[in-house]
């Protein structure tokens, strides 16, 4: 793997560039005042010596291009990736399940939130980025994660100072008129009942039999979208912004392609992060993918497990109920994934 020039960045402030440490290499420092470090920082000055030891180390990885942040241990603090406005950071430890759908637990200290502005290397020094990198390492709200999960089974509603019901249990759409099965289609606007103007000249109203529901392209752009602010299309075509379909978000969709369809099951699991989105083929035709999920990460069996909306359970899911909601165990769609994409 190819390791691009560090950088060294006290948080907060403009990054310092440093030459990399030969392995047995002997270091001088000039002289120092009694009581301070080689650096200048004062051993009797606390905020110092926080500042010092908060200093982070910006690191270039490819494959995807990206920006990994560690702290002065080498521990992961951050990931940004070029292009993306999807950024991974470490925080405090959470689970997350479903009890009803499956027994799987999973425990993660990966926090997801949205960058202002797509990611791109040498960022850190920016104003943009600073504040917001602040701000964000210290936010234990909501986040890409946990908002996708407050559709799940039994979670409870909740309204905004408008009287839209914005979060809880979900479903995936009405039945159809031949009672066997359930219609897709149903967007974020029918789940929330309210009209969408998209910006493209397409407005959209929504339909009273579908009120509360989400197909899983619409789970995605209610997440994304509606909840955390990422431009949406009334399209299917490329654009600034989240197409309506599942093939279209992999093809056309903001971020970067991680795992390219070659029409067959993928295994890059390496390349997957929390938050990303992983796209199947579960119907007819197979040269059309037809279904989308948000990645969770490793669940307590090892399996890397996903959440999406689903027919069989009627909604949203991380659970196991009419396939497993897994990309490595060898079931239905564990088979069907395909490819991968990071908003």
């Known amino acids: 793997m190819?390791?691009?020039?560090?950088?060294?960045?006290?948080?907060?402030?403009?990054?310092?560039?440093?030459?990399?440490?030969?392995?047995?290499?002997?270091?001088?420092w000039p002289d120092a005042p009694d009581g301070d470090s080689p650096d200048g920082v004062r051993a009797d000055d606390p905020a110092a010596v926080a500042a010092q030891a908060d200093r982070l180390v910006y690191e270039r990885l490819d494959n995807p291009a990206r920006t990994v942040v560690r702290?002065?241990?080498?521990?992961?603090?951050?990931?940004?990736?070029?292009?993306?406005?999807?950024?991974?950071?470490?925080?405090?430890?959470?689970?997350?399940?479903e009890p009803k759908a499956t027994p799987a637990v999973v425990n993660t200290s990966s926090w997801v939130r949205l960058l202002p502005q797509p990611w791109r290397a040498g960022a850190e020094g920016?104003?943009?980025?600073?504040?917001?990198?602040?701000?964000?390492?210290?936010?234990?709200?909501?986040?890409?994660?946990?908002?996708?999960?407050?559709?799940l089974i039994d979670?409870?509603?909740?309204?905004?100072?408008?009287?839209?019901?914005?979060?809880?249990d979900a479903s995936f759409g009405p039945v159809k008129p031949s009672g066997a099965g359930r219609q897709e289609q149903s967007d974020f606007y029918d789940y929330l009942a309210v009209p969408w103007n998209f910006g493209e000249g397409a407005g959209a109203q929504p339909e009273r039999g579908r009120y509360g529901a989400v197909d899983c392209s619409g789970f995605v752009r209610l997440v994304f979208g509606y909840r955390l602010g990422m431009p949406l299309l009334g399209?299917?075509?490329p654009?600034?912004?989240?197409?309506?379909?599942?093939?279209?978000?992999?093809?056309?969709?903001?971020?970067?392609?991680?795992?390219?369809?070659?029409?067959?099951?993928?295994?890059?699991?390496?390349?997957?992060?929390?938050g990303d989105l992983v796209f199947f083929e579960v119907e007819d035709d197979p040269e059309t993918l037809d279904h989308v999920g948000i990645y969770l990460g490793l669940d307590?069996?090892?399996?890397?497990?996903?959440?999406?909306?689903?027919?069989?359970?009627?909604?949203?899911?991380?659970?196991?109920v009419g396939g497993t909601s897994l990309l490595d165990d060898g079931g239905f769609y564990s088979t069907a994934w395909r490819s991968a994409r990071r908003l």
Do not use: C, K, M
């Not at 979670?155 to 809880?168: I, L």
């Not at 497990?305 to 899911?317: C, H, V, Y």
């Open 235 to 237: 399209t299917n075509t």
């Open 71 to 97: 702290d002065q241990a080498g521990g992961v603090v951050a990931v940004l990736t070029d292009d993306a406005r999807t950024a991974l950071l470490t925080g405090p430890r959470r689970a997350f399940s």
């Open 300 to 320: 307590d069996g090892g399996h890397h497990r996903f959440i999406s909306s689903r027919e069989r359970i009627n909604g949203p899911t991380l659970g196991d």
């Open 155 to 168: 979670t409870p509603d909740e309204t905004d100072a408008q009287g839209v019901r914005f979060r809880g």
């Open 239 to 274: 654009g600034p912004g989240i197409p309506r379909r599942a093939y279209a978000i992999s093809d056309f969709g903001p971020g970067v392609r991680l795992v390219a369809n070659e029409h067959r099951r993928a295994t890059d699991y390496s390349r997957l992060q929390p």
């Open 2 to 28: 190819e390791r691009w020039p560090v950088r060294v960045l006290p948080a907060g402030i403009a990054a310092v560039v440093i030459a990399a440490a030969v392995a047995a290499a002997l270091v001088w």
């Open 126 to 151: 920016e104003d943009w980025f600073t504040g917001w990198f602040s701000r964000a390492r210290g936010d234990t709200g909501p986040d890409v994660l946990a908002v996708a999960t407050q559709y």
